[in-house]
């Protein structure tokens, strides 16, 4: 009965490794594989390398109208770690983190 996964590991088939170390003080952060706004809007900081603010906002005002989900600019807020955050000329841009990157790369790698 090789093909019967233990509880944990069924209740962890939807994690993703993002980070490890091998030392019990930096234990390893995991990220959930089904996450579709994050997807997403990874995907379009990594496609076009930098993303405007006001470029953002609309594509979170499009996502709401597609999925029905109020995606606003609290979920950046509550997502600032896979962005980074520039100011040039008086415009903010997004670009992404380091943990941004390897969120978008697993995931893309998973598929």
């Given at each position: 009965?090789?093909h019967?996964?233990?509880?944990?590991e069924?209740?962890?088939e939807?994690?993703v490794?993002?980070?490890?170390?091998?030392?019990?003080?930096?234990p390893q952060?995991?990220?959930s594989?089904?996450a579709?706004?994050?997807?997403?809007?990874?995907?379009l900081?990594?496609?076009?390398?930098?993303?405007?603010?006001?470029?953002m906002?609309q594509?979170?005002?499009m996502m709401n109208e597609?999925?029905?989900?109020k995606?606003n600019t609290?979920?950046?807020?509550?997502n600032?770690k896979y962005?980074k955050?520039?100011e040039e000329?008086?415009?903010k841009?997004?670009?992404?983190?380091?943990e941004?990157k390897?969120i978008?790369?697993?995931?893309?790698?998973q598929k």
């Amino acid at each position: 009965m090789s093909h019967v996964k233990s509880y944990n590991e069924f209740l962890n088939e939807a994690l993703v490794v993002v980070k490890r170390k091998y030392t019990e003080s930096h234990p390893q952060k995991v990220a959930s594989s089904y996450a579709p706004v994050r997807e997403r809007i990874l995907s379009l900081v990594n496609e076009k390398g930098r993303v405007s603010e006001d470029e953002m906002s609309q594509f979170l005002k499009m996502m709401n109208e597609e999925t029905g989900r109020k995606t606003n600019t609290g979920w950046l807020k509550a997502n600032s770690k896979y962005f980074k955050m520039k100011e040039e000329e008086g415009v903010k841009y997004y670009t992404l983190s380091a943990e941004g990157k390897r969120i978008h790369e697993k995931l893309t790698l998973q598929k």
